[in-house]
Every structure is written in structure tokens, then in C-alpha cells.
């Protein structure tokens, strides 16, 4: 039997449809077998991080329990990005969408092609502030999502009002 594993992937867009494009990634994610998502944060509206100047992101974080490994699981959060039209054409550039496995479960790897958990996840407002929205006590690398985030800058993200609410 397969132990379900609770994990969280983060989600951002700035070209496009940026809510759209979120919203599609979580619909994806809701109907993929072997994934039940417990929780989606708000989304929040934040300045880039690194890379050239770019327009403001949407960001938001969907936590699952799952029992897709973790390459399956970045596997759909690259089929989400296929279905936005991502194209890689400059690192840190302007994307239709970005999808990241933050973490899974405690499971620490050093792959280069899936590092876990994310090696900026602990450092960036825009993953942290709506992380710790939905799930707080989540530990990444010893310490709570919560205390993370008390522990970053959060002025560039700013509380986003989503239109067209089911």
C-alpha cells in the first residue's frame, strides 16, 4: 500500500491571462489521479525576483496529499506548464506559468533535476506568504512555513482581489 504524502507546489504567472493560467494549473492538478488538493492559498500579486524587468506576478500555493512520487508530481507540474503555453526561453523570465514542487512530505534530494525541498522556497515572500496561509506548521528544513515567513521582507506582495468567484 502507498502512503499518501502531503506536499505543496507553488504556482506563478505575470504574462497572459495570469489568473487564468492559475486557475487551470489547479484544475489540472484537482482532476490528476493519486492527488487530492487539501488547500489553495489566496493569490497574492508580487514584484519579480531576480531576472530581467518583468511585469508582477500572480502567485499561489496548492498543498496535495498525493501518492504520485515525487518525478510524477514535477512531471504534472510540467504538463500544467506545457498547457499555458510556457515557453523557456530566459532563466527567471517573464512565463505564462511556473509551477514548483516546494516540497514533499520531509523527502530531502539533491537532483539536480528536483531538488527538495525547493532550494529558494525559504527565502521568497511570494512562495512563503501564501504557503503560510493554508499551512503554517508545514516544516521545511527544520522550521515551520509560518516561521519562515515571519522571518522574510513581504513588501512586495500585495493581497490580490480575484474577479469571477465561483
Known sequence: MTMQVRAALGLGSNVGDRQSHLKNAMATVRTTPKVVVVEVSPFVETVPVGGPDQPDFLNAVVVVETTLTPEALLALAHQCEQGAGRQREERWGPR???????????????????????????????????????????????????????????????????????
Open 96 to 166: 505564462t506559468l511556473d509551477v514548483d514542487v516546494l516540497a514533499y512530505g520531509d523527502v530531502v534530494s539533491t537532483n539536480p533535476e528536483l531538488t527538495l525541498p525547493h532550494p529558494r522556497a525559504t527565502e521568497r515572500a511570494f512562495v512563503l506568504v501564501p504557503w503560510a496561509a493554508i499551512d503554517p506548521v508545514f516544516v521545511v528544513n527544520g522550521r515551520s512555513v509560518a516561521d519562515w515567513a515571519a522571518a522574510v521582507d513581504t513588501s512586495g506582495v500585495r493581497p490580490f482581489v480575484q474577479l469571477g468567484e465561483d
